[in-house]
T-cell receptor, first 115, second 114 residues
Framework: AQSVTQLDSQVPVFEEAPVELRCNYSSSVSVYLFWYVQYPNQGLQLLLKYLSGSTLVKGINGFEAEFNKSQTSFHLRKPSVHISDTAEYFCAVTFGGTSYGKLTFGQGTILTVHP | AAGVIQSPRHLIKEKRETATLKCYPIPRHDTVYWYQQGPGQDPQFLISFYEKMQSDKGSIPDRFSAQQFSDYHSELNMSSLELGDSALYFC?????????????FGPGTRLLVL
């Protein structure tokens, strides 16, 4: 079965600390991987994506993610978070074959940055 | 840069009424996707269109229908509204499918069914 799992529903962290938001997927076909951020009462903004090539991808706002095929993971990291990073983060996957195109989202991780 | 436009941004309807949500993709984008995000939920794929033809279908109720027009804008028609239809409805657009070109999301339409 094809699925996306975000392992943490909530992640509290202090300002300037590093953070990792975990995402695992299950698939028997090729995948494209994305991270989106949703600020309160707003739409979804693309942070970064992995389509092919280097497994370490850098995105906006200082975020990066690493694709690990053997562990079927795509964890999101930031070395030093700011208060403004408080938001909900969604890992999303498009699966190959006939379902290419539509995004399957994880359950979301609420990142709360405390001063 | 131009973004995806959705209208209306907010909509309040009574049970059993109908609603029409509109989506205007980024210029030159030929693929449109609709997603539904319930309160505290992750977005769920409803339906997509490529070059005015339905390209994929997800968990869209039979009470809902959608289409993409010649100018590539799309409309989601929702009939016999139920309380459970209250959600944030996102439209996203991309350049083409099935190249998995990145999807860009609109701000969403928040539908409240009373």
């Amino acid at each position: 079965a094809q699925s996306v799992t975000q392992l943490d529903s909530q992640v509290p962290v202090f300002e300037e600390a590093p953070v990792e938001l975990r995402c695992n997927y299950s698939s028997s076909v090729s995948v494209y991987l994305f991270w989106y951020v949703q600020y309160p009462n707003q739409g979804l903004q693309l942070l970064l994506k992995y389509l092919s090539g280097s497994t370490l991808v850098k995105g906006i706002n200082g975020f990066e993610a690493e694709f690990n095929k053997s562990q079927t993971s795509f964890h999101l990291r930031k070395p030093s978070v700011h208060i403004s990073d408080t938001a909900e983060y969604f890992c999303a996957v498009t699966f190959g074959g006939t379902s290419y195109g539509k995004l399957t989202f994880g359950q979301g991780t609420i990142l709360t940055v405390h001063p | 840069a131009a973004g995806v436009i959705q209208s209306p941004r907010h909509l309040i309807k009574e049970k059993r009424e109908t609603a029409t949500l509109k989506c205007y993709p980024i210029p030159r984008h030929d693929t449109v996707y609709w997603y539904q995000q319930g309160p505290g939920q992750d977005p769920q794929f409803l339906i997509s269109f490529y070059e005015k033809m339905q390209s994929d279908k997800g968990s869209i109720p039979d009470r809902f229908s959608a289409q993409q027009f010649s100018d590539y804008h799309s409309e989601l028609n929702m009939s016999s509204l139920e309380l459970g239809d209250s959600a944030l409805y996102f439209c996203a657009s991309s350049l083409s499918e099935p190249s998995a070109e990145t999807q860009y999301f609109g701000p969403g339409t928040r539908l409240l069914v009373l």
